[in-house]
T-cell receptor
Framework: AQSVTQLGSHVSVSEGALVLLRCNYSSSVPPYLFWYVQYPNQGLQLLLKYTSAATLVKGINGFEAEFKKSETSFHLTKPSAHMSDAAEYFCAVSRDSSASKIIFGSGTRLSIRP | DAGITQSPRHKVTETGTPVTLRCHQTENHRYMYWYRQDPGHGLRLIHYSYGVKDTDKGEVSDGYSVSRSKTEDFLLTLESATSSQTSVYFC????????????FGQGTRLTVV
């Protein structure tokens, strides 16, 4: 069975500070991992995805994530937070199977302090 | 934007009544999903489909049923709505399994009174 755990339901950082959102996964087979962002009153949109091509994945809006198999982690980072980054972020896991499903974590709300 | 339309966008219904939510796509994607979003729980998978007439249960399927008779439509039915089913429901689609991106609809806010 696959699952993801997001540590911290709410993270608050100052504008210009490092953003670190944590995600740990559980999967019996090599996983595909994703980060999605949700702005208020909207659906989710993809930030980035890991598909085994490279362990460091760059996404949109300056975000990146590193896949660490030894730690079963896929943490999301951004060197310098911007006010527009305030949103809810979801980590998700899937696998390569004809009946595959996408499982999401519980989400982390990111707040940016001026 | 991916062509996904959820209807209705908002609905208030009474306890015990059946409710059907519709997800319509114009992308011809094979996979379709229904999630519910609740504070503190993130998105939880209700049911999903990996082809016409091919569906399977997710994490929170009790009280829900789905049907997919055409590639473009995935219906979610609450057989007898309860207050615990008050939530925001999202439909998503993806072209294939595994490493492909899921595209989300705008959501349906359902209130059961």
């Amino acid at each position: 069975a696959q699952s993801v755990t997001q540590l911290g339901s709410h993270v608050s950082v100052s504008e210009g500070a490092l953003v670190l959102l944590r995600c740990n996964y559980s999967s019996s087979v090599p996983p595909y991992l994703f980060w999605y962002v949700q702005y208020p009153n909207q659906g989710l949109q993809l930030l980035l995805k890991y598909t085994s091509a490279a362990t460091l994945v760059k996404g949109i809006n300056g975000f990146e994530a590193e896949f660490k198999k030894s730690e079963t982690s896929f943490h999301l980072t951004k060197p310098s937070a911007h006010m527009s980054d305030a949103a809810e972020y979801f980590c998700a896991v899937s696998r390569d199977s004809s009946a595959s499903k996408i499982i999401f974590g519980s989400g982390t709300r990111l707040s940016i302090r001026p | 934007d991916a062509g996904i339309t959820q209807s209705p966008r908002h609905k208030v219904t009474e306890t015990g009544t059946p409710v059907t939510l519709r997800c319509h796509q114009t992308e011809n994607h094979r996979y379709m999903y229904w999630y519910r979003q609740d504070p503190g729980h993130g998105l939880r998978l209700i049911h999903y489909s990996y082809g016409v007439k091919d569906t399977d249960k997710g994490e929170v399927s009790d009280g829900y049923s789905v049907s997919r008779s055409k590639t473009e439509d995935f219906l979610l039915t609450l057989e007898s709505a309860t207050s615990s089913q008050t939530s925001v429901y999202f439909c998503a689609i993806s072209e294939s399994s595994g490493n492909t991106e899921a595209f989300f609809g705008q959501g349906t806010r359902l209130t059961v009174v």
